[in-house]
Nanobody
């Protein structure tokens, strides 16, 4: 599956952004999707994921209660609504098809990143 993320930008601390990820290729509506991020000098980390229907969502502790992942299978798109952004949320954000292997969520097919910069 091919993925195209968008919606990043510069925002002040406390602000909000919504990221979108448009998918094409194999059946989007049957696969789990996730968002991951990589801050400068750090390893890529899991942010959020949801199952094929969007009925089950999963979040990293650092974003729980501030970020909302959702999907619109009719539009082949997954979203990440981010509220109360903090400078430590600054990173390149990547969408990916996702698998849970017991020890955590992992991305398989990756889109290009979209940069989110949060100023203090």
């Amino acid at each position: 599956v091919q993925l195209q993320a968008s919606g990043g930008g510069l925002v002040q601390a406390g602000g909000s952004l919504r990221l979108s990820c448009a998918a094409s290729g194999r059946t989007f509506s049957s696969i789990a999707m996730g968002w991951f991020r990589q801050a400068p000098g750090k390893e890529r980390e899991f942010v959020a994921a949801l199952n094929w229907s969007g009925g089950r969502t999963y979040y990293a502790d650092s974003v729980k209660a501030r970020f909302i992942i959702s999907r619109d299978n009719a539009k082949n798109t997954v979203y990440l609504q981010m509220f109360d952004l903090k400078p430590e949320d600054t990173a390149n954000y990547y969408c990916a098809t996702a698998k849970n292997r017991g020890s955590g969520w992992y991305g398989e097919d990756w889109g290009q990143g979209t940069l989110v910069t949060v100023s203090s």
